[in-house]
């Protein structure tokens, strides 16, 4: 039970890290592309980004290194972000696996104690 509270825990710090680094992008954005009317499409935006999708109905107006800069930063660290939480997800789905294994052993072995009394009763 242990192993599952602690991923649970690192999958909540892993999500927690994800969105705040999505939403301090998001706000960077709506600070440089004023065009845009809310924060909520520059959300919009890193999100699509760092997805990998591009629907490209959304683009970055800056045209300067700062920019193309802090695209790649959106790119590298995005990007681990999303694979550190599908990670999280993995081990905690593979922690509650390993404890449905302990539970249906145990079960199976209380059953074959009963049906063994049972066979022990019958002999008598």
Not at 85 to 111: C, D, G, H, P, W
């Amino acid at each position: 039970m242990p192993d599952i509270v602690e991923q649970g825990i690192v999958l909540a710090i892993s999500l927690i890290f994800l969105f705040s680094y999505l939403i301090i992008m998001a706000i960077l954005f709506h600070i440089n592309n004023p065009d845009n009317d809310s924060v909520l499409k520059g959300f919009y935006f890193y999100v699509i980004s760092m997805t990998t999708v591009g629907f490209g109905d959304i683009t970055l107006i800056d045209h300067t290194y700062l920019a193309l800069i802090r695209v790649l930063f959106v790119f590298c660290i995005g990007l681990v972000m999303v694979s550190l939480v599908f990670n999280a997800i993995r081990e905690l789905a593979a922690a509650y696996q390993r404890r449905l294994v302990e539970v249906s052993q145990r079960i199976a072995m209380k059953t074959l104690a009963v049906a063994k009394q049972h066979r022990l009763k019958k002999l008598q």
